[in-house]
């Protein structure tokens, strides 16, 4: 691979022990993948941040690369931890974990990571534009700045987008290249949709059909920027696509020819949604995922307005997104509603098992993937009214 004379010396570790690792990890990234260079990146994104999922290992690898001099050359953010940092006590999560979760950030912090921990950094504060390089590592959010950014980014494990934050590069493989930015499935959209799970569904159902191709969809009226994240959070999760295109809505469009065609309709769309949702008195109605974004708290605080609910809700959304909720008086309704804002976490990466929680409802295709495999059981889904309003 062809490298700069900077990174060069990462490489040889003139830059220290920390640099030195973090530059093998992407040369020897860039060897599997046939990389040429490494393109210089914009900001970085890195997931494997809760201690439910990185655990004491996790841990030790932060500490011991932070204790190491490791520092990061573009603006980072982290992926959702494991609580709220304010309100965790109040949410009843375990001391013992919290424990472990603050000294996770706390390792971040020593690398110069912004405390952010969010599955959106677009909605607050890194918002790549068309063409621009970086390293993501949370699959919603690669989706979001791929297809409706335009951005570039490969799916980043955490460890490697750590490692192009330290460097300040990536590989130059992959999504990075004009060459594999091109759709080679046809989603023709027959049926209205009409709310975010509905987005869900149809983003769990192209995800499950593309099996590793890009769809580009056509035929979508009325696809928001809140519903095209849901849509590419679940496609993401359902099947593992991390760029699509539609027509007329994302800035690239750029198809195959003879790319197959599929077609979701009004069947595909009731079928989807039956495999996806099941019945029951959940224990937590979960809105959210990816975080929410203000009109969307917005949202939820209009539909719980003056109520008080039988059922635990959480709207998890990013800090600085909760205190414009704070300031705009949504939390304040959610709040007297019984419900909770909850910033820097979600409802999959924190403890809820451990919290005695075993049934969610949700209006998010991901989510909906994510809680019925943790709970073993189908989720309640639908949308904000069908469900906070039951
Ligand atoms: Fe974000 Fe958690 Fe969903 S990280 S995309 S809210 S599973």
Redesign the pocket.
């Known amino acids: 691979m062809q490298l700069s004379s900077e990174q060069q010396s990462m490489l040889e570790g003139e830059l220290g022990g920390a640099a030195r690792q973090s530059m093998e990890i992407l040369c020897a990234l860039g060897r599997i993948y046939g990389a040429r260079n490494m393109v210089p990146i914009t900001s970085a994104q890195v997931a494997g941040v809760s201690y439910k999922t990185i655990g004491d290992a996790g841990l030790e690898y932060l500490q011991d690369i932070a204790s190491a001099g490791a520092r990061v050359r573009v603006p980072t953010f982290l992926?959702?931890a494991g609580m709220d940092r304010e309100q965790w006590q109040a949410l009843k999560v375990p001391p013992a974990f919290a424990k472990k979760q603050l000294e996770i950030l706390a390792a971040f912090a020593k690398m110069g990571i912004s405390s952010t921990c969010?599955?959106?950094p677009y909605l607050v504060g890194i918002r790549p534009k068309l063409g621009e390089h970086i390293a993501w590592s949370?699959?919603?959010?690669i989706s979001f700045a791929n297809s409706v950014l335009g951005a570039r980014t490969n799916r980043e494990g955490g460890p490697s987008a750590l490692a192009a934050a330290i460097c300040g590069c990536t590989p130059n493989y992959g999504l990075h290249l004009d060459e594999n930015r091109v759709a080679n499935l046809r989603v023709l959209v027959d049926v209205e949709l009409k709310g975010m799970s509905d987005y869900g569904a149809m983003g769990a159902y192209a995800g499950e059909a593309a099996k590793g191709k890009t769809p580009a969809f056509i035929g979508v009226k009325g696809a928001t920027e809140d519903r095209l994240k849901s849509l590419g959070?679940s496609m993401a999760a359902w099947g593992s696509t991390a760029l699509y295109f539609m027509k007329g809505i994302t800035p690239e469009w750029n198809v195959a020819q003879g790319a197959e065609e599929i077609t979701f309709g009004a069947q595909e769309l009731r079928a989807m949604r039956e495999k996806m949702g099941g019945d029951g008195k959940p224990d937590i109605i979960a809105i959210?995922?990816?975080?929410a974004s203000l009109s969307e708290i917005e949202e939820v605080a209009e539909k719980v307005q003056g109520k008080k609910l039988a059922t635990k809700l959480w709207v998890?959304t990013a800090r600085k997104t909760k205190e414009a909720a704070d300031k705009a008086g949504f939390t304040r309704t959610i709040e007297q509603a019984g419900g909770n804002v909850v910033a820097d976490t979600?409802?999959?990466?924190c403890p809820l098992e451990e919290m005695g929680i075993t049934h969610a409802a949700c209006n998010?295709g991901?989510?909906a993937k994510?809680l019925t495999n943790m709970f073993k059981r189908k989720v309640v889904y639908g949308d904000v009214e069908d469900i906070v309003c039951k």
């Open positions: 992926n959702p969010t599955c959106t949370e699959s919603s959010a959070a959210g995922c990816p975080h998890c979600c409802m999959v990466v998010s991901k989510a994510y």
